[in-house]
């Protein structure tokens, strides 16, 4: 029983230590921890997919509020920077045997301070899959944490939601097992030209329970074997 109870001790503590929170965000120039965004008190995941939470977190992850919004050009790329805790540095982000897909999504709303992200609106603008081997996630952790993301040049002007995310798949070999964290920030665009106008999806929405991306086994994947990452396509500037 002793035996036992060490055991699984040890594996929920393995599993904890993947958890993981977008805590700051980056511009050309760093914003301290939780200014602009609604970062949680527990470095939890969200797992159904079909949660309002799923938007920009929330129980059993609560959120705090922030009244901050962040200035962001269009054309520059800003960096996401993900933790284990809110205390954590930059050797502390994520286990690395957590892996999976990261993405980022936009939504233009009228005030980034007070709009729920729940519903209609979003745009994927960046995303990183399985490439030889390597997962996107670990390269936010060899990255120290910063997920590197480009801001369209071609959308409008105004405030967004910048939602960024990243998969952990260890648990995805059954429905509802993949462990998705996702925090978002609170910007201002301006410098963009306006000339495109992304088509845009619903959150909860944009994944289902069974996608190939959501309900994989990792560990029977080989180097060469293509993934297909969740979520609607890509947007780019034409």
Not at 133 to 161: D, F, M
Request: aromatic share 8%; glycine share 10%.
């Amino acid at each position: 029983m002793k035996v036992s109870a060490v055991l699984a001790g040890i594996a929920s503590a393995s599993v904890a230590s993947g958890h993981t929170i977008f805590l700051s965000l980056t511009t050309d120039k760093s914003y301290g921890i939780s200014y602009g965004i609604r970062t949680p008190s527990y470095d939890g995941p969200q797992t159904d997919v079909n949660a309002k939470n799923m938007a920009c977190n929330g129980a059993p992850n609560p959120t705090t509020p922030s009244d901050k919004i962040i200035p962001v050009t269009a054309g520059t790329n800003v960096s996401a920077v993900w933790r284990h805790t809110l205390q954590s540095g930059a050797n502390d982000v994520m286990d690395p045997g957590h892996k999976g897909p990261v993405m980022a999504y936009l939504k233009k709303v009228t005030d980034a301070k007070t709009d729920s992200g729940v519903g209609d609106g979003w745009f994927k603008i960046q995303e990183g899959g399985y490439k030889n081997g390597q997962w996107a996630t670990n390269e936010v952790i060899n990255n120290k944490g910063n997920q590197v993301i480009r801001i369209p040049s071609c959308i409008a002007n105004g405030q967004y939601l910048l939602r960024a995310e990243m998969v952990a798949l260890h648990g995805a070999r059954s429905v509802n097992g993949a462990q998705l964290y996702m925090e978002c920030a609170q910007i201002e665009i301006t410098g963009g030209s306006g000339t495109a106008s992304p088509k845009t999806y619903s959150i909860p929405g944009i994944y289902k329970s069974n996608d190939p991306g959501l309900l994989i086994d990792i560990y029977s994947m080989k180097t060469t074997t293509s993934y297909v990452i969740p979520g609607p396509p890509l947007f780019t500037c034409p």
